[in-house]
């Protein structure tokens, strides 16, 4: 059976423990804060590989955005409900959801998109692009440079396509890149708008 978590169920007690509180801390938090101020009040933002909500989707919710959720641990997921129980949270690998069947604002995908493999990765960026309303902005996190590693808490591959790609694919995708940026931790952000 395919892990659809991309092994983050296996290590999600470990992940929970270091990542899995923090209210509104954390590495990316001030970065997500930053490009929740950019979207209306209110809006509706998507949260790709939520996790247990925290920093990133207790950031959302504080700058009074509608927020839904999507991580493809149960773990995660269950733990998610328990820090957010209003916030809608679908259970279900990204390469797999229908986004609760509507359009958004926002799209966030922290830490996420290179742990796919490359067509996955080129799938998810059109997928995204899709859901988001027109004038909706999208933020996710890959190294701008293009390579493969293993993942520090679950060993298996993670790769990035490199910041040439990232940007070809989001114009073909019809976004257009307004910022590209780094956070204490070394994440790199590519902020498009649509």
Do not use: H
Request: proline fraction near 4%; glycine fraction near 12%.
């Amino acid at each position: 059976m395919v892990d659809r978590s991309n092994g983050y169920e296996k290590v999600a007690e470990e992940f929970l423990a270091c990542r899995g509180s923090g209210r509104s801390a954390g590495i990316g938090a001030a970065e997500v804060r930053e490009w929740a101020r950019r979207l209306p009040q209110g809006a509706a933002v998507i949260d790709l590989g939520c996790g247990a909500g925290f920093p990133l989707t207790e950031v959302l919710v504080a700058g009074g955005l509608e927020v839904f959720g999507v991580d493809a641990a149960p773990s995660m997921v269950a733990a998610f409900r328990r820090n957010f129980p209003g916030i809608p949270v679908a259970c279900e690998a990204v390469q797999d959801s229908m986004f609760f069947g509507r359009s958004f604002a926002g799209v966030l995908a922290w830490g996420l998109l290179f742990l796919l493999d490359g067509e996955e990765q080129e799938r998810l960026i059109r997928k995204m692009a899709a859901i988001l309303e027109p004038g909706g902005r999208l933020l996710f996190t890959a190294p701008a440079r293009a390579g493969v590693w293993d993942d520090m808490m679950t060993g298996m591959p993670s790769r990035s396509l490199g910041a040439v790609e990232y940007r070809r694919l989001l114009a073909e995708a019809g976004v257009r890149v307004v910022g590209e940026y780094e956070d204490a931790g070394q994440n790199y952000y590519f902020e498009a708008v649509k």
